[in-house]
């Protein structure tokens, strides 16, 4: 089973609101304020937020090495030696060469694509101190004993938030997006417990 990336929560409820021992009786209150005339977005914790979920991630790396190396000797010896008689100096007469090759090419690359469309809501976890929202939420989908749930989240900053309480997941920082499906479908896109043990004991 695939580790999950996404360990925070992924939902949180509203805090209550802090009561004050005055209430001047105002429509304004410091501690849970919406302005009349704006359009309401995610800013507390518990809030809901949109996000739109629109990554696509290509990469490609690819590397070509090559070397040569070639090397030779020759050795000549005379028979004609001094202060040794013509029949010993005979087994020093020999020409010898010798010579060396070694050749070496690597070529490797790599292509990877991956697209992710969908929408999805999620919830104020924590407001941080400047003011960025750290948002998750997750969405699970059962259908004829199949499962497929949507995990997302990260930090977003309020001034990214869009028209509608929508923001793009290109915005979102630390983001983490999952997407994990449990049933006979995922079953039969992996591998039996048998097959990997094999895999993993197998030193080819």
Same mark, same amino acid.
């Given at each position: *089973? ?10 949180? !409820? ?13 429509? =304004? ?5 919406? *302005?009349? =005339?704006?359009? !309401?977005?995610? !800013? ?53 060469? *010798?010579?060396?090759?070694?050749? =070496? ?46 995990? =997302? ?5 309020? %001034? ?37 043990? %094999? ?6």
């Amino acid at each position: *089973m695939q580790p999950q990336i996404v360990s925070s929560p992924t939902t949180a !409820r509203p805090l209550p609101p802090v009561t004050t021992q005055q209430n001047p009786g105002a429509i =304004f209150q410091t501690t849970s304020s919406r *302005m009349l =005339f704006e359009e !309401r977005v995610a !800013r507390y914790v518990g809030d809901i937020l949109t996000i739109q979920i629109e990554e696509n991630l290509s990469a490609s790396n690819s590397s070509t090495s090559s070397a040569n190396r070639d090397g030779s000797t020759k050795v000549g010896g005379s028979g004609n030696l001094p202060y040794f008689p013509d029949a010993l100096s005979k087994f020093f007469d020999a020409n010898v060469s *010798m010579s060396s090759g070694n050749t =070496f090419a690597g070529k490797g690359a790599t292509n990877n694509s991956n697209t992710l469309r969908g929408i999805l809501a999620v919830t104020v976890i924590e407001v941080l101190p400047n003011g960025n929202l750290i948002v998750g939420g997750e969405k699970q989908i059962a259908v004829n004993g199949y499962q497929n749930a949507w995990r =997302f989240t990260g930090v977003v900053n309020p %001034f990214d938030i869009k028209t509608g309480n929508v923001v793009s997941s290109t915005r979102v920082a630390d983001a983490r997006i999952e997407q994990v499906g449990q049933g006979a479908i995922a079953d039969a896109n992996s591998a039996g417990w048998l097959q990997r043990i %094999f895999l993993s004991l197998s030193p080819y």
